[in-house]
């Protein structure tokens, strides 16, 4: 808790009560999307998993926030999160792909850059 007072995420009177709950590691996909390797033998993982859904579970869980990572090692799928960031104020961070190895990989992040820092 020290850290997210820290780092200005929470408030200073909220440190030590326990009130805030974070999840830092949540992933949305949409199999209609078709950039993510599903099998259909996953099981429960072979179905969409979607903000909305997320959002009435959070409620329910008392989560304040999460953080998404991306199901896909594409660029559209960086973007897919950013926008349901966007749509989703309960979306506190995006962790994305980029391919570092391709020359023009700057691009992309000057790009997502004010999709980032929520403009």
């Known amino acids: 808790m020290e850290r997210l007072k820290y780092a200005g995420l929470?408030?200073?009177g909220a440190v030590g009560t326990?009130?805030?709950i974070i999840d830092a590691h949540q992933h949305f996909w949409d199999l209609s999307r078709a950039d993510y390797s599903a099998d259909p033998d996953a099981g429960v993982?072979?179905?969409n998993y979607f903000a909305a859904r997320s959002s009435r579970d959070a409620a329910r869980q008392r989560r304040e926030c999460n953080c998404v990572g991306s199901a896909a090692a594409t660029e559209d799928e960086t973007h897919y999160l950013l926008q349901l960031a966007e749509a989703h104020p309960f979306v506190a961070g995006v962790?994305?792909?980029v391919d570092f190895e391709r020359p023009m990989h700057p691009n992309a992040l000057q790009r997502w850059q004010p999709q980032a820092a929520g403009s």
């Open 10 to 12: 929470i408030d200073a």
């Open 95 to 97: 962790v994305g792909w």
């Open 18 to 20: 326990g009130s805030m």
């Open 45 to 47: 993982l072979y179905r």
